[in-house]
């Protein structure tokens, strides 16, 4: 029974992480567009919000009963090669989700020298990770 409200647990804590890396990089987008003083600020709190309250919290818990999840089964590891590309596709959007920490300071400061079009392009990121995790422990294919 722990297991399985475990389990729930890390997939209601992921699908919050995966809100905020879905949003931010949108807000990136709004925000490189952005051309007035008060429309920048604005956008530098919303980020500064959403990755510290939200993303933050939200990538650390999912991590933490994904954790839980492997000590109560460690098992999973003979299961197939799914569970090694999947955690791989993990550490992949860890650097993803601090890659975004990045970006928000550098638009707090001032010094985005990227366009709207990049982030248009970046915000697709976490959902092909996204799909390939669900693909990878749905099908188990390997």
Known sequence: MLYLWLKALHIISMVCWFAGLFYLPRLFVYHAQSEDTVSK???SIMER???RGIM???MIAT???GIALIALNPSIFSQG???HAKLTLVVILIGYHHMCGAQVKRFARGENTRSH???RWFNEVPVL???AIVILVVVQPF
Do not use: S
Request: aromatic share 28%; hydrophobic share 65%; no cysteine.
């Open 117 to 119: 079009v990049f982030y």
């Open 56 to 58: 933050g919290p939200a």
């Open 129 to 131: 990770i996204l799909l």
């Open 63 to 65: 991590l933490i009963f």
């Open 81 to 83: 090669a799914w569970i």
């Open 41 to 43: 600020e604005r956008f």
């Open 49 to 51: 919000k959403l990755y």
